[in-house]
């Protein structure tokens, strides 16, 4: 259904910005409505440009580790991590958890287990607790509570493709939100530092 409704919005993309121009019959605020969606655009791009260079960190150092070890298929779970590191919070542990449990098949050693188990965790919590809250609060701006709540309620609604839209999603209404005098209180409570 998500593949469906993004195959439609970029078909209809070429006549986006004649339908965003035409929504005021004042050229300086379909000119503001306009700056308003460059923003919004310049700031998902860099949002996601930013994350994917987070996650081929993350999926390397996963693949080194999981290759220190031994462990087969290690280029697979690196790619499977680094896709799991868009999932905020919830990514982080299926990172170790899924990798730890194909490796207890292989490493028949509890403490190689322990070990490759606590080098994953390490690398997940130094590139989760460090690089991406770096990275993406300067990009985004955006509460940890706002990005946890948005990943519950748009998971539930719309499972592993909801939690992969979540922070997205709410960083456009956060940016439309900011853009407006009635509704900037609103942009102020899901900003990570208060500044819109």
């Not at 080194?64 to 982080?92: C, Q």
């Not at 958890?97 to 322990?114: C, E, H, K, R, Y």
Request: net charge neutral; charged share 10%; with cysteine.
């Amino acid at each position: 259904v998500v593949a469906l409704y993004v195959a439609l919005l970029l078909i209809e993309r070429g006549a986006l910005k004649t339908k965003l121009a035409g929504l005021s019959r004042d050229p300086n605020q379909a000119a503001h409505i306009l700056r308003v969606f460059e923003s919004i655009t310049d700031r998902i791009g860099t949002y996601l440009l930013l994350k994917t260079a987070v996650s081929a960190v993350q999926g390397l150092l996963c693949y080194l580790i999981l290759r220190s070890f031994g462990v087969d298929l290690a280029g697979f779970w690196a790619v499977l991590v680094g896709l799991l590191n868009f999932v905020p919070y919830i990514g982080s542990i299926l990172g170790v958890i899924l990798p730890g449990a194909f490796a207890t098949v292989q490493l028949t050693d509890m403490s190689n287990l322990l070990a490759l188990l606590l080098a994953l965790s390490a690398a997940q919590f130094a590139i989760g607790f460090f690089l991406d809250p770096y990275v993406m609060g300067k990009s985004l701006n955006l509460s940890p509570f706002v990005i946890l709540v948005s990943l519950a309620a748009w998971g539930s609604l719309w499972g592993m493709a909801g939690a992969f839209i979540a922070v997205p999603l709410m960083a456009c209404l956060a940016l439309v939100l900011a853009e407006f005098e009635e509704t900037r209180p609103l942009a102020v409570l899901l900003s990570r530092d208060g500044k819109v």
